[in-house]
C-alpha cells in the first residue's frame, strides 16, 4: 500500500499542475487583451486581496480599467472571470439589457445566495413591471409624508443621544448612524408590527448579514457566510408576520401607519378586483429588499454628508439659512414635504454627497449569454461585470473632484445635462423604485443635523480615505465633536 502512495505522488502531482494550468488557460482566454493580472492563484484568484483590502482591489482594477480606451479591465475571484466596467456608456449598456438573454443583476456577486432566488433584484420582464407597479402606491406624497414624520422623530432622538455621548470627547459616527437607519427603516417599513423584542433579535439578525456580505461564499457551519444566509432566512420570516398583522389592521380599514400598510391596502385592493395576492411571505422578502437597499447605503451617504459639510464651512451656512427659513427647532412641528420640495439647495447638498460618495459603488451582474460589449471584445457567458457606479460620477461633470452643490442646482442644472453619468440609483429597468424615500432622508439628516447641532471632525492623517464595510465610509468612520446648537431638542 505504501508502495502505490509513494509511486503515485509523482501522479497526483502532475494532475494537480494539469488541473492549475488549464484553469490559467482558460483565465487568459477570457482575459484576451484586457488589462488585469496576468498570472492569478487556482480557484481562489484574487479573492484574498478583495477580502483584506477591498479598496486597494477596487482601486487597481478602475486603473487597470482606465488604462486603456475602451474602459473595461478583467480578474478572477472564487473560480469566476470578472470583468470590471469603468466606462459610464458601457455601464448604462449593461444597466439596459436586464434580461434572460443579456444579464442578469445579483447586487451581489454571491447574492443569489445569500438573498434567495426570488428577491426583486432577479426579475425579469413582465413579472418585474407588475411588481414595481404595486409597490408605486408605497411611495406617492402621502406616503412619503407618512415616513417623513416618522423619520424625524427618529433622527432628532438619536441626535440628542448621539450630543450626550460626546460631551467634548470625539465620537465615530458610522455605528450610531447604522443603528440610527436601522431603528428608521423598521419603523418606516413595518412600524408597530414589530415590538422592542423583535427589534433586538432584527439588529442582531442584520449584523450577521452585514458580515457575512464582506466574507468569502464558504457556505459551512460556524462561517460569516452561513451565518448571514440563516440570518436572511429569519429576517424574511419577521418581516412576512408584520405583513400579516397589518394586513388584518388594513381589512379593518385604519389608517396607514407605515410602508407596510400602504402596501397591504394596495394587496387587499387588487385581491379584490382580479384575485392576485402577495402572500405574507413574498412580501417579506421584498421588504427585506429594501431593508438590504437602504440600510448602508444611507449610513454611507450620511456619514459622507457630515464629513464635507465639516470641509465645506460655506455650503454648512447655506443650508443653515435655507432650513432656517421653513423650519425651526421652537416650532415643535416637524418638516413637511412641502418643506422639503422648497429646500433647492439641500436637495442639492444631498445629490452631490451621493455623487461624489456613490454608496454601492459596484452593481454586480451575471453575463447570461456570451455578450458583444463593443465591436473588440465579447464579455464570456458567466462572468460577473461590475459596472462602477463611483466612476461614472467622476465624468462628464464640471470639475468632478470637486464638492459643488451648485452643480445641481437650476442655473447649472449638470443633474440633468450629466443623468446618464449619475448613476448611483441604477438605470433601466431596475433603478431603484425608493429614490425619492432615499433623497428625503438624507434631506432631512442634512437639514436636522445642521440646524440642532454644532459639530466639528476630529481629522486624523487619512481620515477621509475610502473604507468599504460593504458600501463606502470615511476610513475613520467619521469621528466628530458634538454640541447641541439648541436649549432644547424639539419634541415632534
Same mark, same amino acid.
Given at each position: 500500500?505504501?508502495?502505490?502512495? *509513494?509511486?503515485?505522488? &509523482? +501522479?497526483?502531482?502532475?494532475? $494537480?499542475? !494539469? /488541473?492549475?494550468?488549464?484553469?490559467?488557460?482558460?483565465? #487568459?482566454?477570457?482575459?484576451?487583451?484586457?488589462?488585469?493580472? *496576468?498570472?492569478?492563484? &487556482? +480557484?481562489?484568484?484574487?479573492? $484574498?486581496? !478583495? /477580502?483584506?483590502?477591498?479598496?486597494?482591489?477596487?482601486? #487597481?482594477?478602475?486603473?487597470?480599467?482606465?488604462?486603456?480606451?475602451?474602459?473595461?479591465?478583467?480578474?478572477?475571484?472564487?473560480?469566476?472571470?470578472? /470583468?470590471?466596467?469603468?466606462?459610464?456608456?458601457?455601464?448604462?449598456?449593461?444597466?439596459?439589457?436586464?434580461?434572460?438573454?443579456?444579464?442578469?443583476?445579483?447586487?451581489?456577486?454571491?447574492?443569489?445566495?445569500?438573498?434567495?432566488?426570488?428577491?426583486?433584484?432577479?426579475?425579469?420582464?413582465?413579472?418585474?413591471?407588475?411588481?414595481?407597479?404595486?409597490?408605486?402606491?408605497?411611495?406617492?406624497?402621502?406616503?412619503?409624508?407618512?415616513?417623513?414624520?416618522?423619520?424625524?422623530?427618529?433622527?432628532?432622538?438619536?441626535?440628542?443621544?448621539?450630543c450626550t455621548k460626546s460631551r467634548n470627547n470625539s465620537i465615530p459616527?458610522?455605528?450610531?448612524?447604522?443603528?440610527?437607519?436601522?431603528?428608521?427603516?423598521?419603523?418606516?417599513?413595518?412600524?408597530?408590527?414589530?415590538?422592542?423584542?423583535?427589534?433586538?433579535?432584527?439588529?442582531?439578525?442584520?449584523?450577521?448579514?452585514?458580515?457575512?456580505?464582506?466574507?468569502?461564499?464558504?457556505?459551512?457551519?460556524?462561517?460569516?457566510?452561513?451565518?448571514?444566509?440563516?440570518?436572511?432566512?429569519?429576517?424574511?420570516?419577521?418581516?412576512?408576520?408584520?405583513?400579516?398583522?397589518?394586513?388584518?389592521?388594513?381589512?379593518?380599514?385604519?389608517?396607514?401607519?407605515?410602508?407596510?400598510?400602504?402596501?397591504?391596502?394596495?394587496?387587499?385592493?387588487?385581491?379584490?378586483?382580479?384575485?392576485?395576492?402577495?402572500?405574507?411571505?413574498?412580501?417579506?422578502?421584498?421588504?427585506?429588499?429594501?431593508?438590504?437597499?437602504?440600510?448602508?447605503?444611507?449610513?454611507?451617504?450620511?456619514?459622507?454628508?457630515?464629513?464635507?459639510?465639516?470641509?465645506?464651512?460655506?455650503?454648512?451656512?447655506?443650508?443653515?439659512?435655507?432650513?432656517?427659513?421653513?423650519?425651526?427647532?421652537?416650532?415643535?412641528?416637524?418638516?413637511?414635504?412641502?418643506?422639503?420640495?422648497?429646500?433647492?439647495?439641500?436637495?442639492?447638498?444631498?445629490?452631490?454627497?451621493?455623487?461624489?460618495?456613490?454608496?454601492?459603488?459596484?452593481?454586480?451582474?451575471?453575463?447570461?449569454?456570451?455578450?458583444?460589449?463593443?465591436?473588440?471584445?465579447?464579455?464570456?457567458?458567466?462572468?460577473?461585470?461590475?459596472?462602477?457606479?463611483?466612476?461614472?460620477?467622476?465624468?462628464?461633470?464640471?470639475?468632478?473632484?470637486?464638492?459643488?452643490?451648485?452643480?445641481?442646482?437650476?442655473?447649472?442644472?449638470?443633474?440633468?445635462?450629466?443623468?446618464?453619468?449619475?448613476?448611483?440609483?441604477?438605470?433601466?429597468?431596475?433603478?431603484?423604485?425608493?429614490?425619492?424615500?432615499?433623497i428625503n432622508h438624507l434631506m432631512l439628516f442634512i437639514a436636522l443635523?445642521?440646524?440642532?447641532?454644532?459639530?466639528?471632525?476630529?481629522?486624523?492623517?487619512?481620515?477621509?480615505?475610502?473604507?468599504?464595510?460593504?458600501?463606502?465610509?470615511?476610513?475613520?468612520?467619521?469621528?466628530?465633536?458634538?454640541?447641541?446648537?439648541?436649549?432644547?431638542?424639539?419634541?415632534?
Amino acid at each position: 500500500m505504501e508502495f502505490l502512495v *509513494t509511486h503515485n505522488i &509523482p +501522479f497526483f502531482i502532475s494532475c $494537480i499542475a !494539469l /488541473v492549475l494550468v488549464v484553469e490559467q488557460i482558460f483565465y #487568459l482566454r477570457k482575459k484576451r487583451f484586457l488589462p488585469g493580472p *496576468t498570472l492569478v492563484l &487556482p +480557484f481562489l484568484g484574487n479573492a $484574498i486581496s !478583495l /477580502v483584506t483590502n477591498p479598496t486597494k482591489f477596487w482601486d #487597481l482594477q478602475s486603473s487597470y480599467a482606465k488604462s486603456t480606451s475602451l474602459g473595461i479591465s478583467a480578474n478572477y475571484i472564487v473560480g469566476r472571470f470578472i /470583468v470590471y466596467i469603468y466606462s459610464s456608456d458601457l455601464s448604462h449598456k449593461i444597466f439596459s439589457n436586464v434580461r434572460p438573454d443579456a444579464f442578469h443583476l445579483v447586487g451581489h456577486p454571491f447574492g443569489k445566495k445569500l438573498f434567495g432566488e426570488h428577491n426583486l433584484i432577479y426579475m425579469f420582464g413582465q413579472q418585474h413591471k407588475d411588481l414595481r407597479r404595486r409597490i408605486a402606491p408605497n411611495f406617492t406624497p402621502k406616503a412619503l409624508q407618512t415616513y417623513t414624520d416618522i423619520q424625524q422623530r427618529i433622527i432628532i432622538k438619536h441626535l440628542e443621544s448621539w450630543c450626550t455621548k460626546s460631551r467634548n470627547n470625539s465620537i465615530p459616527l458610522r455605528i450610531l448612524c447604522r443603528d440610527m437607519n436601522l431603528e428608521t427603516s423598521q419603523t418606516v417599513f413595518v412600524g408597530p408590527y414589530l415590538n422592542q423584542e423583535a427589534r433586538q433579535r432584527f439588529k442582531i439578525d442584520y449584523n450577521f448579514f452585514n458580515v457575512g456580505l464582506m466574507k468569502l461564499p464558504f457556505d459551512f457551519p460556524g462561517f460569516a457566510f452561513r451565518n448571514a444566509r440563516l440570518a436572511v432566512q429569519r429576517l424574511v420570516e419577521t418581516l412576512a408576520g408584520c405583513a400579516e398583522d397589518s394586513g388584518k389592521q388594513m381589512k379593518f380599514g385604519e389608517e396607514p401607519k407605515c410602508l407596510i400598510d400602504f402596501w397591504m391596502l394596495e394587496n387587499i385592493r387588487e385581491s379584490a378586483e382580479s384575485s392576485f395576492q402577495y402572500s405574507c411571505r413574498e412580501i417579506g422578502g421584498h421588504l427585506f429588499d429594501f431593508l438590504f437597499a437602504s440600510q448602508d447605503a444611507s449610513t454611507s451617504s450620511l456619514l459622507w454628508a457630515v464629513a464635507y459639510l465639516d470641509s465645506h464651512p460655506h455650503v454648512l451656512q447655506r443650508v443653515r439659512d435655507e432650513v432656517a427659513k421653513y423650519w425651526v427647532p421652537e416650532s415643535n412641528r416637524p418638516i413637511t414635504g412641502e418643506n422639503l420640495r422648497e429646500m433647492k439647495f439641500t436637495e442639492a447638498v444631498a445629490r452631490e454627497v451621493v455623487r461624489i460618495r456613490a454608496p454601492a459603488t459596484m452593481v454586480p451582474h451575471i453575463a447570461e449569454v456570451d455578450y458583444p460589449l463593443t465591436e473588440e471584445y465579447v464579455i464570456p457567458k458567466g462572468s460577473i461585470v461590475f459596472p462602477s457606479v463611483l466612476d461614472s460620477s467622476f465624468q462628464g461633470f464640471t470639475e468632478p473632484e470637486l464638492f459643488d452643490p451648485d452643480r445641481f442646482m437650476e442655473q447649472r442644472e449638470e443633474g440633468r445635462v450629466y443623468k446618464k453619468n449619475f448613476l448611483a440609483f441604477g438605470a433601466g429597468p431596475h433603478q431603484c423604485v425608493g429614490q425619492r424615500y432615499a433623497i428625503n432622508h438624507l434631506m432631512l439628516f442634512i437639514a436636522l443635523f445642521s440646524t440642532l447641532i454644532d459639530f466639528k471632525r476630529d481629522r486624523t492623517d487619512g481620515c477621509d480615505d475610502i473604507s468599504y464595510v460593504p458600501t463606502i465610509v470615511p476610513k475613520d468612520d467619521c469621528r466628530v465633536f458634538l454640541a447641541p446648537r439648541c436649549t432644547r431638542f424639539p419634541s415632534l
